[in-house]
């Protein structure tokens, strides 16, 4: 099980590599199309060069960190896998999305221990009746939907 994690995590980090790296031949276009001399071409290329490297670079340190973490979880229990070559981290209580208390296991409202509000099915349609009403079945008059026949159940 930890080979995949830290297959899935070195091929999560071999592709963040590549993006980068195409964002910097992108960029480098984007900045000699708009040089005006030659020496700020070599620096969009300096640059460009830079971030290859620095990409690379974290895309070798974020291997050896899944291998690492792979020989820590084999010998004393789990660890978290890096895309970026910066130790990962648990979760553990803190918030992971901008809702109120989403992903935190905690209710976002009030609560009154030991009270809970419900509607048991059918009883709050709104209708006056006690359970949901289809008015587009039975009644044998054919009101055009479905195939024409009636449900008399």
């Known amino acids: 099980m930890q080979s995949l994690k830290e297959s899935a995590a070195n091929v999560a980090a071999s592709a963040k590599s590549g993006m980068e790296k195409t964002k910097a031949t992108v960029q480098e276009k984007m900045e000699k ?3 005006h001399n030659p020496t700020e071409k070599d620096i969009a290329t300096a640059r460009k060069e ?3 490297h620095n990409a690379e670079m974290n895309k070798q340190e974020a291997r050896e960190h899944n291998a690492a973490a792979k020989q820590d979880a084999q ?4 660890h978290t896998h890096s895309t970026t070559g910066v130790a990962g981290h648990p979760t553990g209580v803190h918030q992971m999305s901008a ?10 409202g009030h609560v009154t221990e030991g009270t809970m509000k419900s509607h048991p099915i059918g009883t709050a349609t709104g209708t006056g009746r006690t359970t949901a009403h289809n008015t587009h079945v039975g009644g044998g ?4 939907y479905g195939t024409g026949g009636g449900y008399t159940g």
């Open 33 to 35: 199309m708009t040089a």
């Open 50 to 52: 830079e971030k290859i």
């Open 75 to 78: 010998t004393s229990g789990s």
């Open 99 to 108: 809702l109120p208390g989403h992903g935190t296991g905690q209710p976002t």
């Open 141 to 144: 008059a054919n009101t055009g």
